[in-house]
């Protein structure tokens, strides 16, 4: 009878294929759930901005009424209108790229088909 003590090198070779790929798809599944959370935070910044913009077009009335009354199609709010109005904060992050959000971007503001003013943020 033969005495066996350890492990061969087949058998640590198959252990080591089982956890590499165990811990290789725990990885890839992280990754696409940071992905799934920074596009969640960046739907997040647009409303905030366009939320913002939509305050600051119902508290100025010259931009508002030109927009009821079909003066103007569309009035863009700069990003940084809105932080200089207090309205956004300065040091907003894309969650995407770790940048700051530029503050040149336009925010449009025109009437949806309901007659209602809205905001909308086209970015990326």
């Known amino acids: 009878m033969k005495n066996k003590k ?12 089982i956890l590499v790929s165990i811990v290789g798809t725990s990885i890839f599944g992280i990754e696409e759930i940071s992905n799934q959370v920074k596009l969640r935070k ?4 647009i409303t905030e901005v366009e939320q913002a913009a939509d305050l600051y077009i119902n508290t100025h ?5 030109a927009i009821l009354n079909n003066e103007v199609e569309e009035h863009c709010t700069r990003v940084y ?6 309205l956004l ?36």
């Open 42 to 45: 960046q739907n997040d910044l």
């Open 61 to 65: 009335e010259v931009y508002r009424l």
């Open 81 to 86: 209108t809105l932080q200089n109005e207090g």
């Open 6 to 17: 350890g492990f061969t090198l087949t058998e640590l070779l198959v252990v080591i294929v």
């Open 89 to 124: 904060k300065t040091d907003l992050i894309d969650p995407m790229t770790n940048d700051r959000l530029p503050a040149n971007l336009c925010v449009t503001s025109k009437l949806n088909e309901d007659g209602v003013i809205v905001s909308e943020f086209k970015y990326r």
